[in-house]
């Protein structure tokens, strides 16, 4: 499992529904997402789907001529439409697999909107970073107060004693997409700064 890899952000993994939701702001902030990396040349590593949240994020990074890598296990080509026109599609055996390959591809993690396969692939990484495996960035961006009931529930496992509050620091939370790439991009410089600082 690799570290920080860089002090550039070349990368970042977005964890997103599989759904789009009952919000249309939902898929307004994943396609603003979506051609901000675009924009700034920062490749998206995400799922592979070609629906919900994470088929906006894809198709709007590939129609502003950004690249996308999807990663997606064998088993869900059977019931979940495959993003076959991005830039790279790779196939692996199982969703744990799925999110080790994510990881060693990404400088940084943003969380949007999603199900219990994002909650899933958010906690993990998250525990990898408290188990201090990683100091890469994970952004909570927080559309419509979305991670709201989520945020409260960190503040519930600190309040009866099953983290210490610092876990608190193992993620920023930006409540605009416009914010998560300045974001993600501080907290690699603070990194390799003060390696420390993460923890």
């Not at 396609?31 to 894809?58: I, S, W």
């Not at 890469?136 to 210490?164: E, R, S, T």
């Amino acid at each position: 499992m690799t570290n920080v890899r860089s002090s550039q952000l070349g990368s970042l993994c977005v964890f997103c529904g599989a759904a789009m939701g009952n919000d249309p702001h939902f898929r307004e902030a994943a396609e603003r997402l979506g051609r901000h990396l675009a924009e700034a040349g920062v490749t998206l590593v995400y799922g592979g789907g070609h629906v919900g949240l994470m088929g906006a994020l894809a198709e709007t990074v590939m129609s502003c001529g950004g690249k996308v890598i999807g990663v997606i296990p064998e088993h869900l080509l059977k019931v979940e439409a495959s993003f076959k026109e991005a830039s790279e599609l790779i196939v692996v055996d199982s969703m744990h697999t799925r999110k080790h390959r994510m990881f060693d591809l990404a400088d940084g993690f943003c969380v949007l909107p999603g199900g219990l396969g994002t909650l899933d692939e958010t906690f993990e990484i998250l525990t990898w970073k408290q188990l201090k495996l990683h100091n890469k960035p994970v952004i909570l961006a927080n559309i419509d107060g979305y991670w709201a009931p989520w945020l409260q529930l960190v503040d519930g496992i600190i309040a009866k004693g099953f983290a210490q509050p610092g876990i608190n620091r193992l993620y920023s939370v930006v409540d605009n997409v416009d914010d998560v790439l300045a974001s993600a991009r501080r907290e690699i410089v603070a990194a390799h700064k003060d390696h420390s600082k993460l923890f």
